[in-house]
């Protein structure tokens, strides 16, 4: 008897140290998304963002796309940054078909963290992707949390002015799982340090208080970007392309350009919550200006 086909099988789990921090980044889910365009570019750039994807030997009709918070332990506290899609799709008739499942907890167990373990949960961003996990029929599921939310972010989407068209069921989503939680919150703007090591990078565009976070123990030192990128090759070789999800448009690219920038120069490491898995990576500028994703190879496991 030959053997039986067992199917398609990936990793969800990565972990590391980073100095005296241990950080693992834990795949929540993913769905295969079509069309990397017109949701790049628009249809005026379709053509190039096509011939993009060619060059880069990936599917122009299909993208994969991951949801990959970050879990740092600093040997003091457990910091989760952002919490997957959670129990969206069950809980919200208008997502079912469009988000996966999360599974975020399971896998957390499997990496020996228990949501009770989380002593502060970090929100880069209020989109539903990061934001789902955080509450199961209205319950906090890190019962234990402080939580650390950009202000700017929380206003936006609290106040509800100018929030576009597409936005609006995100609006709702946030007021029901966020805003009860304010009262077990700590507001900050960039600049600001979560715990000692960690501290909040200026990254609006993408959402209107987008915020990454530079992590750094006994001299080694990362960014956590979020969503700063959406796609390891178009928006990281074209920071200069519109994407569809991006709230502010042109602050977005501007934003993509300094981070990118900043990567490059200090030479950072990486996580990026809908890079491929593991989400870790460098950026490399070429000698044609161009930079390039450079997946993590075992630079952090010596
Ligand atoms: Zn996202």
Redesign the pocket.
């Known amino acids: 008897m030959p053997a039986s086909m067992q199917g398609e099988m990936q990793p969800t789990i990565y972990r590391f140290k980073l100095g005296g921090f241990e950080v693992a980044t834990i795949m929540d889910s993913k769905v295969v998304r079509s069309g990397l365009t017109p949701s790049f570019g628009g249809d005026k750039q379709a053509d190039e963002v096509k011939a993009l994807a060619r060059a880069n030997r990936i599917d122009t009709e299909r993208y994969e796309h991951p ?1 990959t918070p970050v879990v740092v332990n600093t040997g003091k506290e457990l910091v989760l940054f952002d919490t997957g899609n959670g129990w969206l799709r069950e809980e919200h008739e208008q997502l079912k078909g469009r988000l996966p499942a999360g599974h975020l907890v399971e896998r957390m167990a499997s990496a020996g963290y228990k949501p009770e373990d989380v002593d502060v949960v970090v929100l880069t961003h209020g ?1 539903p ?2 934001i789902g996990g955080l509450t199961k029929g209205g319950q906090p599921v890190f019962p234990n949390a402080r939580y650390v939310i950009g202000a700017a972010e929380f206003d936006f989407w609290h106040k509800g002015e100018n929030v576009r068209e597409a936005r609006k069921f995100n609006r709702e989503l946030y007021v029901k799982i966020v805003v009860p939680l304010a009262n077990r919150a700590t507001f900050i703007k960039p600049g600001d340090e979560v715990v000692p090591g960690i501290r909040a990078v200026d990254a609006f565009g993408h959402s209107p208080g987008l915020l990454d976070f530079t992590i750094e123990s006994e001299g080694k030192r990362m960014i956590n970007w ?2 700063t990128c ?1 796609h390891y090759v178009i928006a990281v070789q074209r920071p200069d392309i519109h994407l569809d999800v991006d709230d502010d448009k042109e602050k977005a690219v501007a934003t993509r350009m300094r981070v990118l920038d900043m990567v490059d120069k200090e030479n950072l490491l990486v996580a990026g ?2 890079m491929p898995f593991p989400g870790i990576g460098y950026v490399e500028k070429g000698k044609d200006g161009v930079y390039r994703w450079v997946p993590h190879g075992y630079q952090m496991n010596l």
């Open positions: 949801f989109h992707d990061h979020a969503d959406n919550y809908h």
